[in-house]
C-alpha cells in the first residue's frame, strides 16, 4: 500500500484545513484508514481514523473540530479540520492498516511521508 499525504499549509488560528490520504497497491475498502501528527519534540498522537465500514474514531483532543471522511472511488481519505489552533502544528501522517482502526502507531503497516500543517497565533 502506498500513502499519498497532501493539503497541509500555514494558516492563521481559527481557520480550516482540509488533508487528503490517497492510497494505491490495494484494495481501499479493505484498509482502515488513520490520521496521527507529530509536533517537534513531541511523541507521536492519534488524531482520527475510519474503517473500511466508515465508522470513524477521534481523539479527545480534537473531536468536534476534526471530521474524517472516504471517498472510495478517489481512494482517498480525508481531514477536515476546523477552528485550528496553534497547538494544532505538527506534520500530520497518514497511515493505514487492514479491516478494522486502531488508535496505536504501531498497529499500522503503511505510513505517508507526511504533510505539514503550521497554526499561526
Known amino acids: 500500500v502506498q500513502l499519498q499525504a497532501s493539503g497541509g499549509g500555514l494558516v492563521q488560528a481559527g481557520d480550516s484545513l482540509r488533508l487528503s490520504c490517497a492510497a494505491s497497491?490495494?484494495?481501499?475498502?479493505?484498509?482502515?484508514l488513520g490520521w496521527f501528527r507529530q509536533a517537534p519534540g513531541e511523541e507521536r498522537e492519534f488524531v482520527a481514523a475510519?474503517?473500511?465500514?466508515?465508522?470513524?474514531t477521534y481523539s479527545d483532543s480534537n473531536r468536534g473540530r476534526f471530521a474524517i471522511s472516504g471517498d472510495s472511488a478517489k481512494n482517498t481519505v480525508y481531514l477536515q479540520m476546523d477552528s485550528l489552533k496553534p497547538e494544532d502544528t505538527a506534520m500530520y501522517y497518514c497511515?493505514?492498516?487492514?479491516?478494522?482502526?486502531?488508535?496505536?502507531?504501531?498497529?499500522?503497516?503503511?505510513w505517508g511521508q507526511g504533510t505539514q500543517v503550521t497554526v499561526s497565533s
Open positions: 475510519i474503517n473500511r465500514i466508515g465508522g470513524a
Open positions: 497511515a493505514a492498516r487492514l479491516d478494522w482502526y486502531s488508535k496505536e502507531d504501531k498497529d499500522y503497516n503503511y
Open positions: 497497491g490495494r484494495t481501499f475498502r479493505r484498509l482502515a
